[in-house]
């Protein structure tokens, strides 16, 4: 008796707290590749579930969460550092919805992603990585501003959309932490990542004669990084921007990053620099689609080293909705990979990946 007693408790207790409507959904894809200088074969990456959570308090304000768990390859022990992988709490308010958790930053969440336009994710979903290891000019996320996508624990403040004006603001306690991390948190800790930061980033949308049209800019500031033997080391300072443009059919769009010194020292006799940028089209005819893409990224290692790393993609793609949440696509990749020294033969491979996924 005392056990069905404490089962109906419990039961009641879970019953009074399950105030929120969770919504559950999902994606899995699988990505087959193949090509010059590459190993191929069959691989995916972003499958993942996700639940969603709202409710509205006593006083109005809506309160929410968020769970994702992005899956790496089966058997492998690897945490996701990176969105989709999140784990949220928000409350929104009539000045400002505050986010508090694995979220993403104002600059990822307002700058256009050019790169994810052409069919195949361009190089935003960094598929090509998958079959090409040669990538020489990357601090941190290739082709994009430094920690984008990054789900580092953190508070986000996302101000009201005012006549298509739209302001985030975002702080990092130390970009250190994110969910392949432990949840501890130590202050004496040493990272090969920068440590406090800033994110500050600004959009506008809008329409002239026809044309609709997005802009944003961002910054990144923050603290240097704190690894062993890094000594004056400078503080992380990005600037990073974009535009998407869309006239019926046709989206055109660039996007621009510069880390300036950010993973140099102050002392370098040679100064570190890492920068670049991408151009995209896409056209869209009813479940098909079409782009293609150019995206360059350059770096210089500082220190001892004035060498100019560089790394080039050329990318064309198409997609074919299927309708029932199915997409396929195939992404031609030409990729010139140089690091500076005139003396090194290059690898620059050359890739046809083809995807189908199933979004639910």
């Given at each position: ?23 559950i959904s999902g ?272 770096k210089v290692d ?59």
């Amino acid at each position: 008796m005392k056990k069905i007693i404490l089962i109906l408790i419990t039961i009641s207790l879970f019953t009074n707290l399950a105030k929120a409507d969770v919504k559950i959904s999902g994606f899995m894809q699988h990505i087959v590749g193949m090509g010059d200088d590459v190993d191929g074969g069959i691989t995916d990456k972003f499958t993942r579930f996700s639940m969603a959570a709202d409710t509205t308090l006593d006083n109005g304000w809506t309160a929410g969460g968020s769970f994702a768990l992005s899956v790496q390859p089966l058997l492998s022990a690897a945490a996701d550092a990176y969105l989709p992988t999140s784990n949220s709490f928000y409350i929104q308010t009539d000045s400002a919805t505050v986010t508090l958790g694995q979220t993403a930053d104002a600059v990822t969440n307002l700058i256009p992603r050019v790169s994810a336009m052409v069919p195949g994710d361009g190089t935003d979903g960094y598929y090509f990585a998958l079959f090409d290891s040669g990538t020489q000019a990357t601090s941190d996320t290739g082709f994009a501003e430094v920690y984008y996508a990054q789900n580092s624990s953190r508070i986000n403040v996302a101000f009201p959309i005012i006549n298509g004006f739209s302001v985030q603001a975002t702080y990092t306690p130390s970009l250190e932490f994110n969910s392949s991390t432990s949840n501890a948190r130590q202050s004496a800790t040493e990272s090969s990542n920068h440590g406090e930061a800033l994110h500050i980033a600004a959009s506008y949308e809008g329409e002239m004669e026809g044309v609709s049209y997005i802009v944003g800019i961002g910054s990144i500031t923050g603290n240097a990084k704190s690894t062993a033997g890094i000594y004056a080391a400078n503080d992380l300072s990005v600037f990073t921007g974009g535009i998407k443009a869309t006239m019926g059919n046709l989206t055109l769009g660039a996007h621009a990053y510069d880390h300036g010194e950010s993973f140099g020292r102050a002392n370098d006799a040679n100064k570190a620099s890492d920068a670049g940028y991408t151009v995209a089209a896409e056209y869209a005819m009813g479940n098909i689609t079409i782009g293609m893409g150019y995206a360059h990224q350059e770096k210089v290692d500082g220190g001892t080293s004035d060498l100019v790393k560089e790394d080039t993609i050329v990318y064309y793609g198409i997609g074919y909705n299927l309708g029932g949440g199915v997409n396929t696509w195939v992404q031609l990749d030409d990729i010139d990979h140089s690091d500076g020294d005139h003396a090194t033969t290059e690898v620059d491979p050359q890739i046809i990946m083809a995807g189908i996924s199933l979004g639910f």
